[in-house]
T-cell receptor, first 115, second 113 residues
Framework: DAGITQSPRHKVTETGTPVTLRCHQT?????MYWYRQDPGHGLRLIHY???????DKGEVSDGYSVSRSKTEDFLLTLESATSSQTSVYFC??????????????FGQGTRLTVV | AQSVSQHNHHVILSEAASLELGCNYS??????LFWYVQYPGQHLQLLLK??????LVKGIKGFEAEFIKSKFSFNLRKPSVQWSDTAEYFC???????????FGGGTRLMVKP
């Protein structure tokens, strides 16, 4: 398995509280992604990063922010959690296209419940 | 924008039956195509991928997929499924802009012993 660690693995939080999920990689991959997985929707991209301090929005970015201050860490923050953000969150990494064709590798996921 | 459609949301098969899961994508340029599998309680793992060359791609565990460019399709097949293939299967596409990976809604496969 690729060296990707997500923390925490499970979290229950109250509506309106801030939450930060962490993704840590040991592969030195350039690209990092945050997805959420919901039944019937597959995985939907929240935000992604193509380098330190370089991030962009995905298709479901409202209510989320990200930061990448180091190559190995990509943080996802829910500024004020809502029940609609109850989901399983996956981090993924991949190398840049310039270094050949590669697939994305996924972390173990974080199950977040907002009550 | 790129999008992916998986036609079957739930599939139930008996062991030894043949499997074909449909995947169609929407993107105007060159694409990379993937099938991922997620076993219960686990993260996504790559089954196979297509970047270029032979449109018939063989992956792990006896799975294969065929890229048909004219139909914008990348269907997953396995001639004889096993109980251990029970999982959720995701088709994904990556266009040549931004390196974003877009997933279909997934197909949940249950194989009865």
């Amino acid at each position: 398995d690729a060296g990707i660690t997500q923390s925490p693995r499970h979290k229950v939080t109250e509506t309106g509280t801030p939450v930060t999920l962490r993704c840590h990689q040991t592969e030195n991959h350039r690209y990092m992604y945050w997805y959420r997985q919901d039944p019937g929707h597959g995985l939907r991209l929240i935000h992604y990063s193509y380098g330190v301090k370089d991030t962009d929005k995905g298709e479901v970015s409202d209510g989320y922010s990200v930061s990448r201050s180091k190559t190995e860490d990509f943080l996802l923050t829910l500024e004020s959690a809502t029940s609609s953000q109850t989901s399983v969150y996956f981090c993924a990494i991949s190398e840049s296209e310039g270094k050949g064709d590669t697939e994305a590798f996924f972390g173990q996921g974080t199950r977040l419940t907002v009550v | 924008a790129q999008s992916v459609s998986q036609h079957n949301h739930h599939v139930i098969l008996s062991e030894a039956a043949s499997l074909e899961l449909g995947c169609n994508y929407s993107y105007g340029g060159t694409v990379n195509l993937f099938w991922y599998v997620q076993y219960p309680g686990q993260h996504l793992q790559l089954l196979l991928k297509y970047f270029s060359g032979d449109p018939l791609v063989k992956g792990i565990k006896g799975f294969e997929a065929e890229f048909i460019k004219s139909k914008f399709s990348f269907n997953l097949r396995k001639p004889s499924v096993q109980w251990s293939d029970t999982a959720e299967y995701f088709c994904a596409v990556r266009g040549n802009a931004g390196n974003m990976l877009t997933f279909g809604g997934g197909t949940r496969l249950m194989v009865k012993p």
